[in-house]
């Protein structure tokens, strides 16, 4: 028998067992505390278990099982920790599965042995911040058709495997043809789920937050959790969760990435998340057929011009997976056009333009004389005016030719491309990035070769600015407006930051 107390004189453990190792089946101790799992080797030379063999985190712990061994005789009964934690290999911090398998026998019988690894069960799970009594399933939504159409074999291989380590119970539907999911939204009673989470790509994110801003009941409805398992051709939901919770999501092919998004998701950690209240000046004919049809939500990205223009014709590469956007954006750079048009913006704070030549003014006569009404808008607007309005004086206008326009809420709008590395879920504000006319076609290409790390930032022909509120007037009739990667009615388009209104499924950052 292992001398298990001098060590423990000190210690906080929640629980304190002996337990085989399976792999090396030698004997060890194992302590519980609130945030790891630590388990101590047999040293022969003091007769303690006093050498740390295995630190197991709870940030790498997505779950444990107890069970019996296969042999029928077997009275140990066995605890397995289900976790994933970084191996640095070159430094990619990818993450890979680990099973530990931990048996207890110190009774005869198995039913006693069982009974005492429940306690640890329970114990972990309340470790994890789960109540497995009160623990209410996740919808789930899968697009068979999105992206290079992977999203169900990835469900089913990569996903699935980890979610049941996790513990993650839902209920699984299947998406039959665009905006299904919004209508679903409406006849779902969302009180019974934990939460909405998505296989697919943006555009199913996009339609999901617009489902739930459609309901009566919007002001509850806009809360429920939404998360992202990558299944699209833009995936930028899930990269921005990874990112923030500084997880891997550039070096993985999209089958790695569903594995380590389904390890986060698994987490069950829950952020606000600011959305944008975006406002048009227009219609068409599927805009028309919705329920409010000049008033949309955003959780992304808005982009005009050049990156609109790539987003919206690369839409017929999407059998490329996120290569669409590269291919797209080399064609469109070949073809380069300049953008007549207007952008105002209310500046969150201080800033500085690179380029002291752009005018900066204010007061601007505005291009529409007519306007929507702010009657069918559901969100209280804090900034916006109706499009005929002069906007305020804290606003400024820029007017120029301009090559790339992208307002964003979120870091990376796609995984070769983080547009704002200083942006968070809850920040309160978007950045407005722009290129007016006067770069080659060569600087250009420079520059989306830099869009993987940020950096494209700092060239001194992109400015950017931390905004409340922005309005985009385009002054001639050619272009699009891409909105979270849904193209949207053409004409002047405005929107505001609404802060931390909706949450996302996400993952802290957790200390050890
Ligand atoms: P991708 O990244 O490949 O574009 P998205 O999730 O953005 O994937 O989906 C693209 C579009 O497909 C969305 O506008 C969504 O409404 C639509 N959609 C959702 N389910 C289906 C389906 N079963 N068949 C066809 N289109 C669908
Ligand atoms: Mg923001």
Same mark, same amino acid.
């Not at 939204?185 to 199913?204: E, R």
């Not at 739930?212 to 939404?226: E, G, K, N």
């Not at 704070?349 to 009404?373: A, M």
């Given at each position: 028998?292992?001398?298990?107390?001098?060590?423990?004189?000190?210690?906080?453990?929640?629980?304190?067992?002996?337990?085989?190792?399976?792999?090396?089946?030698?004997?060890?101790?194992?302590?519980?505390?609130?945030?790891?799992?630590?388990?101590?080797?047999?040293?022969?030379?003091?007769?303690?278990?006093?050498?740390?063999?295995?630190? %197991?985190?709870?940030? =790498?712990?997505?779950?444990?099982?107890?069970?019996?061994?296969?042999?029928?005789?077997?009275?140990?009964?066995?605890?397995? +920790?289900?976790?994933?934690?970084?191996?640095?290999?070159?430094?990619?911090?990818?993450?890979?599965?680990? %099973?530990?398998?931990?048996?207890?026998?110190?009774?005869?019988?198995?039913?006693?042995?069982?009974?005492?690894?429940?306690?640890?069960?329970?114990?972990?799970?309340?470790?994890?911040?789960?109540?497995?009594?009160?623990?209410?399933?996740?919808?789930?939504?899968?697009?068979?058709?999105?992206?290079?159409?992977?999203? /169900?074999?990835?469900?089913?291989?990569?996903?699935?495997?980890?979610?049941?380590?996790?513990? *993650?119970?839902?209920?699984?539907?299947?998406?039959?043809?665009?905006?299904?999911?919004?209508?679903?939204?409406?006849?779902?009673?969302?009180?019974?789920?934990?939460?909405?989470?998505?296989?697919?790509?943006?555009?199913?994110?996009?339609?999901?937050?617009?489902?739930?801003?459609?309901?009566?009941?919007?002001?509850?409805?806009?809360?429920?959790?939404?998360?992202?398992?990558?299944?699209?051709?833009?995936?930028?939901?899930?990269?921005?969760?990874?990112?923030?919770?500084?997880?891997?999501?550039?070096?993985?092919?999209?089958?790695?990435?569903?594995?380590?998004?389904?390890?986060?998701?698994?987490?069950?950690?829950?952020?606000?998340?600011?959305?944008?209240?975006?406002?048009?000046?227009? $219609?068409?004919?599927?805009?028309?057929?919705?329920?409010?049809?000049?008033?949309?939500?955003?959780?992304?990205?808005?982009?005009?011009?050049?990156?609109?223009? *790539?987003?919206?014709?690369?839409?017929?590469?999407?059998?490329?997976?996120?290569?669409?956007?590269?291919?797209?954006? %080399?064609?469109?750079?070949?073809?380069?056009?300049?953008?007549?048009?207007?952008?105002?913006?209310?500046?969150?704070?201080?800033?500085? +333009?690179? =380029?002291?030549?752009?005018?900066?003014?204010?007061?601007?006569?505005?291009?529409?004389?007519?306007?929507?009404?702010?009657? $069918?808008?559901?969100?209280?607007?804090?900034?916006?005016?109706?499009?005929?309005?002069?906007?305020?004086?804290d606003w400024f206008t820029i007017e120029e030719n301009f090559i790339f326009v992208l307002i964003v809420n979120l870091p990376l709008i796609a995984k070769d491309f983080n547009a704002s590395p200083n942006s968070k879920f809850d920040d309160g504000q978007l950045l407005l990035i722009f290129i007016r006319e006067?770069?080659?076609?060569?600087?250009?290409?420079?520059?989306?070769?830099? $869009?993987? /790390?940020?950096?494209?930032?700092?060239?001194?022909?992109?400015?950017?600015?931390? *905004?409340?509120?922005?309005?985009?007037?385009?002054?001639?009739?050619?272009?699009?407006?891409?909105?979270?990667?849904?193209?949207?009615?053409?004409?002047?388009?405005?929107?505001?930051?609404?802060?931390?209104?909706?949450? *996302?499924?996400?993952?802290?950052?957790?200390?050890?």
């Amino acid at each position: 028998m292992l001398n298990t107390n001098s060590i423990d004189t000190f210690d906080e453990s929640i629980l304190t067992q002996n337990f085989i190792y399976y792999k090396t089946q030698t004997q060890v101790k194992v302590n519980l505390y609130s945030d790891c799992i630590r388990i101590f080797k047999y040293n022969h030379k003091s007769q303690q278990a006093d050498q740390l063999d295995k630190l %197991v985190s709870f940030n =790498d712990l997505v779950g444990c099982s107890i069970g019996k061994g296969v042999k029928a005789q077997d009275t140990k009964a066995y605890l397995t +920790l289900y976790t994933y934690p970084k191996i640095n290999s070159n430094k990619s911090q990818k993450r890979k599965r680990v %099973v530990i398998e931990l048996g207890l026998n110190d009774h005869k019988l198995f039913d006693d042995n069982y009974d005492v690894l429940k306690e640890w069960s329970n114990e972990i799970s309340k470790c994890l911040s789960r109540d497995p009594e009160n623990d209410k399933p996740f919808l789930v939504f899968v697009n068979p058709n999105s992206g290079s159409g992977k999203a /169900t074999v990835l469900f089913q291989e990569r996903i699935l495997p980890v979610w049941s380590e996790a513990n *993650v119970s839902f209920k699984f539907v299947q998406t039959e043809y665009a905006n299904f999911a919004r209508e679903k939204i409406q006849i779902t009673n969302l009180t019974q789920y934990k939460g909405i989470l998505i296989v697919s790509g943006d555009g199913l994110i996009f339609e999901v937050i617009n489902g739930l801003m459609d309901r009566d009941d919007w002001q509850s409805a806009i809360h429920t959790p939404v998360g992202q398992l990558p299944g699209g051709s833009g995936n930028a939901l899930a990269c921005c969760v990874s990112y923030l919770a500084k997880e891997q999501y550039a070096n993985l092919n999209l089958e790695s990435f569903a594995m380590h998004s389904a390890f986060l998701t698994g987490k069950h950690n829950i952020l606000p998340m600011d959305l944008m209240c975006i406002h048009l000046s227009t $219609t068409n004919d599927t805009y028309s057929k919705l329920k409010n049809p000049y008033f949309l939500y955003s959780f992304l990205s808005i982009e005009w011009a050049l990156i609109a223009d *790539v987003d919206s014709e690369s839409e017929k590469y999407r059998f490329l997976g996120g290569l669409r956007f590269a291919v797209g954006a %080399v064609k469109r750079i070949l073809k380069l056009r300049i953008y007549p048009g207007r952008i105002s913006f209310l500046p969150s704070g201080e800033f500085k +333009l690179k =380029d002291s030549r752009i005018k900066l003014l204010q007061s601007v006569q505005p291009s529409s004389s007519t306007s929507p009404s702010f009657d $069918t808008c559901k969100t209280k607007l804090k900034y916006l005016k109706p499009f005929n309005e002069v906007l305020p004086q804290d606003w400024f206008t820029i007017e120029e030719n301009f090559i790339f326009v992208l307002i964003v809420n979120l870091p990376l709008i796609a995984k070769d491309f983080n547009a704002s590395p200083n942006s968070k879920f809850d920040d309160g504000q978007l950045l407005l990035i722009f290129i007016r006319e006067g770069i080659s076609k060569l600087e250009l290409l420079k520059l989306f070769d830099d $869009t993987e /790390t940020g950096v494209y930032l700092n060239n001194p022909k992109v400015e950017y600015i931390p *905004v409340k509120a922005f309005r985009i007037e385009p002054l001639t009739s050619q272009g699009c407006f891409m909105v979270d990667g849904e193209r949207v009615p053409y004409g002047p388009i405005q929107g505001e930051v609404l802060p931390s209104l909706a949450n *996302v499924i996400a993952k802290r950052i957790e200390s050890i």
